[in-house]
């Protein structure tokens, strides 16, 4: 039983200050806002472009729209305003003076309100209960903290329900229409526990982006679906098992389908979703995988639906009998898997029990033969953890592994999680901010490591794996279907790195408003907060720039021809085909001896072998067999180093025959009849392809000139700097990235 501060009246409802609704009241008004989180410095995180929208606000949209469609809050007439803080500027006064009027009520959800975002969200709820309006917070923190308090309400928790805030703890699903109808009433009550409430999700209405909202993200085409929630496992540092439970819920394979196909551009009046990310926790662990997974192939390979998707399972997924092999005909180019450590002591001290490090490789390598491309989650600050041996970590991820990408969190004890109840009662001392809890921020102590050199290993990590060659390496593995993907993945990690925080927590070019600062913070003068954001665009610029030519520089070494790519399919299409051909014809001899065999002994019915001569027949077979197999082997290790090797030089050799057959191609191009180009577009893109893409020579070539330039200026010998030279080289290096942004828009080699 929880412990309130405040008294509740008699009818078991609590007062938040609000007056009930007038009698002319015709307008409910909700505003749905995912908060951000501050910097070190106080300000709000956002950003110009955010990556992939919130599912949560998608969820409570569509909610939302469904309570509406069904008549569940009355005849009133409603309003949904939907802001993700990530890319757009919450202002509370604005809202007010935009939507307070005596006809209208007004509810604010603050929604998936993580740990690291609570001290925003709870400074936004002040903010909307000043302008009047009735305000929810919900999430994983406020979940999480209060399932694991022991009855005893947290301290934060009780801040909010003071300042006349409502917690809604779990998921609302089932409740959501009564919750709007409460905040129309003016009754809301401070908390709502649907923690033991656990919806079934089969009828109920997937989540439903906003198509305002969903403009100011990179991935317009990209959607999310929690086809399942729930997780089985054990692991001490998640909160998923103490807030959406140990049981897998998942929605019909029918629902997920009929979604998908309504949101696909060929649709009348779909939103144009191509590229999916399945939420669920362990989508290997949702009983409709494989009705899904047979609905996406029926979709792809007979009615022209072509998506694709991420999802995240678990590192056991392979042993589901057809579930890779399914994914991948289904679309799925990408799984994000939960490593966390490949040290049996760490995944021992966080409870990861079912990840066994020695079948990490097998793993890995049943998703790479299938062309998926592997994701990697790996925290770093297990009890165990040096900064030498984070480093070693990284390089067997890397080049050993084979891990396409990774992300990097460090270990941080979350409200919700065992983590946190344990270090609660061991009295391990924690940071009181709530806002450094992003896995970035060191917020306990660790045995070996100070919290400086925790956070360089962290940091290092990041740069170790996400440096040119080893993201040249792995981007020559791929296939055309996943090299796209993987390219521009690497680009917003850099991007992420460079503006100082999380790949999955950020977005592209970070915006700054000198009044959205931390109340505990000072507001800056308008002067000194203009020269602080000069420096930092600046610097952003620059780094954004240098980023640009590297990219440019790690495609040109590793783009993929698709003729090329199409000739190697056939030679290995050939090779399959003449080793079917000639296990048909081994077939064939089998049973032609067979045969012949069976005839002898009808002939010869009295006949028998001798027990000796039958014993020393059977171990020559043996010996024979083994000899075989010893031979197999031998050959077979042979034959993979010799295939490595030939694969090596053929790469060397590729790529210049690569550059050659463009070079050759672009000049085709360029005399054909003018009634064979396609338009003034198709013209100018063959000749700046033309005059800039002399490839990876021509590239390095400009760069080198840039350096030398770079040099002399540094010397301040500005008469050795040619004019001519300085424009020509210019030229040269604007053809190259407008060649290389247009082929990563369109996605072309």
């Known amino acids: 039983m929880l412990r309130f501060s405040r008294a509740a009246s008699s009818d078991g409802v609590i007062s938040l200050g609000l007056s009930g609704p007038d009698p002319s009241c015709r307008r409910l008004v909700v505003i749905l806002v995912r908060p951000s989180r501050y910097d070190d410095e106080g300000y709000v995180v956002r950003h110009f472009r955010g990556v992939l929208p919130s599912n949560t606000l998608s969820c409570l949209n569509s909610l939302t729209e469904d309570a509406v469609r069904t008549g569940a809050i009355g005849d009133l007439e409603v309003h949904v305003e939907v802001l993700d803080e990530i890319v757009s500027r919450v202002d509370p006064a604005r809202l007010g003076r935009r939507f307070r009027r005596p006809d209208t009520s007004v509810v604010v959800g603050l929604v998936g309100v993580q740990t690291n975002q609570f001290p925003r969200a709870l400074d936004l709820a002040r903010q909307f209960r000043a302008e009047g309006f009735a305000v929810m917070i919900g999430g994983f923190h406020v979940s999480g903290a209060i399932a694991m308090a022991r009855g005893a309400m947290p301290p934060e928790c009780q801040e909010a329900i003071d300042a006349g805030v409502t917690l809604v703890l779990g998921e609302v699903e089932d409740r959501w229409a009564g919750l709007l109808r409460d905040a129309a009433a003016g009754r809301l009550r401070p908390v709502y526990d649907f923690l033991a409430e656990k919806p079934d999700l089969r009828d109920k209405p997937l989540p439903r982006a906003s198509r305002r909202t969903q403009r100011k993200f990179t991935m317009q085409a990209g959607g999310t679906i929690d086809a399942g929630r729930g997780c089985p496992f054990s692991c001490s540092f998640c909160t998923i098992i103490n807030v959406q439970g140990r049981k897998m819920r998942c929605r019909s394979a029918a629902q997920v389908l009929a979604q998908i196909r309504a949101n696909y551009p060929r649709e009348a009046g779909g939103p144009g979703v191509r590229h999916y990310f399945f939420t669920d926790d362990n989508f290997s662990r949702n009983p409709e995988w494989e009705a899904i997974f047979d609905g996406l192939i029926e979709l792809r390979e007979t009615h022209g639906i072509s998506v694709d998707f991420m999802m995240q399972v678990d590192v056991l997924a392979p042993r589901v009998p057809r579930f890779v092999e399914k994914a991948a005909r289904a679309g799925c180019v990408q799984v994000f898997i939960g490593l966390e450590t490949i040290r049996g002591d760490n995944l021992d001290a966080g409870g990861k029990r079912q990840n066994k490090a020695v079948d990490y490789r097998e793993m890995i390598a049943a998703w790479h033969r299938q062309g998926v491309v592997c994701h990697a989650g790996y925290i770093i600050g297990f009890p165990n953890d040096t900064y030498a041996r984070v480093m070693e970590d990284v390089r067997t991820l890397r080049d050993e592994l084979l891990v396409d990408q990774a992300s990097f969190f460090m270990l941080t004890p979350l409200p919700g999680s065992e983590d946190h109840r344990r270090a609660c009662d061991t009295g391990v001392p924690m940071d009181p901010d709530y806002n450094n809890f992003d896995s970035f921020h060191a917020t306990t102590p660790h045995p070996l490591m100070t919290a400086d050199e925790w956070t360089r290993a962290y940091r290092d990590a990041w740069k170790a794996f996400y440096s040119f060659d080893p993201m040249r390496r792995t981007l020559l593995r791929q296939n055309p279907h996943t090299y796209w993907g993987v390219l521009k993945n ?165 790529r210049r025959a690569v550059a050659y057959q463009a070079a050759l191609a672009d000049l085709r191009l360029l005399r054909l009849p003018p009634l064979h180009q396609h338009g003034w577009l198709v013209r100018a893109a063959g000749r700046l392809n033309l005059l800039s893409m002399r490839h990876l020579e021509a590239h390095h070539s400009v760069r080198e000139y840039w350096e030398r330039t770079w040099s002399a200026a540094l010397r301040f010998r500005f008469w050795r700097l040619n004019p001519f030279a300085v424009s020509w080289n210019l030229a040269r290096d604007a053809r190259q990235a407008v060649v290389f942004l247009r082929a990563m828009m369109k996605e072309t080699y």
Not at 536 to 555: F, V
Not at 602 to 608: L, V
Not at 637 to 643: C, S, Y
């Open 490 to 654: 690497q680009i917003w990690y850099r991007a992420s790195m460079a503006e100082g925080g999380h790949p999955m927590m950020t977005g592209f070019f970070r915006l700054k408003h000198r009044k959205s600062r931390r109340p505990s913070f000072p507001l800056e003068t308008r002067w000194a907060f203009t020269r602080r954001r000069v420096r930092e665009i600046a610097y952003i610029l620059r780094e954004y720039a240098r980023l640009y030519l590297e990219m440019q520089d790690l495609w040109l070494r590793t783009r993929i021809r698709r003729d090329d790519y199409a000739f190697l399919g056939d030679l290995r299409k050939l090779a399959a085909r003449s080793k079917q051909d000639a296990k048909v014809n081994w077939a064939r001899v089998h049973l032609a001896v067979a045969d012949r065999a069976a005839a002898w002994r009808a002939a010869h019915p009295t006949w028998r072998v001798p027990d000796r001569m039958a014993e020393r027949l059977e171990a020559v077979r043996q010996a024979v067999g083994n000899r075989a197999a010893a031979v197999g082997v031998s050959v077979g290790e042979r034959g993979d180093a010799v295939r490595q090797s030939v694969r090596e030089t053929s790469r060397r050799l590729g």
